[in-house]
C-alpha cells in the first residue's frame, strides 16, 4: 500500500518545501492536495510551480487534489464561508465552478488523477433545486476535468444532499458517466453507518478518506488512536469490505491548540496509524 496523506492535516500551516519534505521523510510516498489559499495559492501559477518543484525535490507523487470548499478572503486564515457547486443562485455557483476551475488548471503544473469534489454543504438539503444545480455545474465541471487527464470523484459528507444513497441516485438519474465517487469513512460513519453506506457506493469508488471519529462530529482522528481518543469506527469489518482503491489519511492535527505541536509529533501518530492499517489489510488478504 502505497502511503498517502491529505495535506488537510497541516491546514492551518502554509505548505512549505519543508513540510513536504518532512512528510516525504515521514514514510509517505504521495500526497492530496487540500486546495485552500491560507494553505498554498493555488490560484498563483508561480506559486503553484513552486509547489511543484518541491514536491519533485521530495520524491512526493500526487494522488489527487481536494477541491476548494470555503471562499477564502484572506490568506492568512481559513475561511467559514462556504463555496457550493449545488447552490440554487447562480452567480454564487459561478463562484464555486472558477474555484473548482482554478484548482484543475493546477494539472498543467501538478498532474493529478482525481479532483475530490463536495457536492455541497452539510446544510443543503436533498431538494430537487440543488440536484438541478449540481448536475448544471459537473456537467461542465466533467469536460473541463478530462482534458487535463483528471476524473471528478465526489464524496459522501455529512448532510442530506450528499449522502450515499443521493449520489448513487444522481449518477443514475443524470448518467454524468464520468463521474466516480469518494468513499469518506468517516463521513459515513456519521450518517447510516460505514458497511451500509459503503455497500451502496462501493462499485463506483476510486479513492477512500481514512479517518475516525466517536459517530458524533467529524473528528478526523487516525485510526488506531491512543486509547483514550480513539474512535469507535470497526476497521476490520470496514477494510475487509474496502474495494482495492487508494486509501487517503485525511487526519486533523491534534490537539489543536493556540500554539501546534511540531509536524513530525503528526507526522509519527500517522505513521502508527498507517503500520495498524498494513497489518490490517495483510491479514485480510488470502494466505497462498
Known sequence: MQRTLSTYVFIKRKLKPALLAEIARSGVGAVELFCARSHFDYRSED???ELAAALRDSNLAVHAVHAPAERDFSLTRESSVPLSISDPERSRRSEAVDEVKRALDMAE?????????????????????????????????????????VTIALENTPGDLAAPANLRQFLAETRLVDLRLCFDVGHAHLARGVLPSLEIMRDLVV??????????????LAPYENADQAGTIDWKAA????????????????????????????????????????????????QT
Open 207 to 220: 479513492t477512500a478518506h481514512v479517518h475516525d471519529n466517536h459517530g458524533l462530529k467529524d473528528e478526523h
Open 47 to 49: 506559486a503553484v510551480s
Open 109 to 149: 503544473h501538478i498532474p493529478f488523477r482525481y479532483l475530490v469534489q463536495h457536492m455541497g454543504t452539510s446544510r443543503d438539503p436533498a431538494d430537487q433545486r440543488f440536484f438541478d444545480a449540481a448536475f448544471s455545474s459537473l456537467e461542465h465541471l466533467r469536460i473541463f476535468a478530462k482534458e487535463r487527464g
Open 239 to 286: 477494510l475487509a469490505l474496502l474495494p482495492p482503491v487508494p486509501l487517503v489519511f485525511e487526519l486533523k492535527e491534534q490537539p489543536t491548540y493556540a500554539e501546534p505541536a511540531p509536524a513530525s509529533v503528526t507526522l509519527d501518530a500517522a505513521r502508527k496509524s498507517f503500520d495498524r492499517i498494513e497489518e490490517e489489510l495483510d491479514s485480510a488478504r488470502p
